[in-house]
């Protein structure tokens, strides 16, 4: 029978490399994989090249290999509610390539499914498809790497000529999702948000590794209710239901004569 389960975080983690590229899921702080982005820190992996909507905050997600300079590049679509990765990128530090978020899902999708490129409106008649946005700078300030153009084609839609540009898939050395219930053969389920960008990374890498909260025996998910197929996930770890979750901004309604 597959089984797809490894005793810890760490064991799972051991054979990413120097260099590797990541495509971690995570919307927000909901669904980020700590207990695996944890074990990679401890075990001083660097020079990363990391995949994902956005990069945790400074003491949270993505955000302790950020602050610990072991990542080389990030490509994401928000990365407003970090300080540091503000001063890496401005100060040279760190390369980013910015992608819009319909966009990022879609290039992780195709990478996964095996799409090389697809045509999108979005981005047409900005930097994203001329080119020109800076992706590293240098210390001094000036542009060092800028992004480059696209290749933009015309379509005829539903009778109207509109102007598409070529988006390149996204496939990654691995993947590290959160899922809050799994099976020994790797089919998934995610929690509401979690949802949102933890399936498409987990298809983008050539190993998935998914942390889950609560693993069960094959068959006891409902197969209506799989939100990722076990043919995606390689490697399975679980970490239980009282892993800490953070809440990025806490909004609360003041009561009636507070």
């Known amino acids: ?30 669904g980020n994989p700590i207990a695996l982005i944890e074990a990679l820190l401890a075990q001083g992996t660097k020079d990363l090249s990391v995949v994902s909507n956005n990069c945790g905050v400074d003491d949270w997600g993505l955000g302790v290999l950020l602050n610990a300079q072991r990542i080389r590049k990030m490509t994401s679509s928000y990365v407003g509610e970090n300080k540091e990765f503000e001063r890496q990128f401005l100060s040279g530090e760190l390369e980013l390539e910015l992608t819009p978020q319909g966009t990022l899902a879609e290039k992780l999708r195709a ?26 700078y240098n210390p001094d300030g000036s542009i060092d790497i800028a992004s480059p153009a696209k290749d933009v084609r015309t379509f005829d839609v539903n ?16 993947a590290l999702v959160h899922a809050v219930a799994g099976d020994r053969h790797g089919n998934l389920v995610f929690n509401k948000a979690a949802r949102n960008f933890n ?19 094959p068959g006891e998910i409902d197969p209506d209710r799989v939100h990722l197929p076990g043919v995606f996930v390689h490697r399975i ?10 809440i990025e901004r806490r909004t609360v309604t003041k009561s009636e004569g507070a």
């Open 237 to 246: 770890v679980e970490v239980g239901t009282d892993i800490e979750k953070r």
């Open 159 to 174: 009778g109207v000529a509109k102007e598409f540009v070529l988006e390149e898939a996204i496939a990654t050395d691995f």
């Open 111 to 136: 990478g996964g499914s095996g799409i090389a490129a697809f045509f999108t409106q979005t981005g047409v008649g900005t930097q994203v498809a001329e080119g020109g946005l800076p992706r590293r």
């Open 199 to 217: 399936p498409l990374a987990a298809m983008a890498g050539r190993i998935c590794i998914a942390q889950v909260e609560q693993l069960v025996e």
């Open 1 to 30: 029978m597959i089984d797809k389960q490894w005793a810890s975080a760490a064991e799972a983690v051991a054979d990413i490399p120097n260099g590797a590229s990541l495509a971690v899921g995570g919307f927000g702080l909901s």
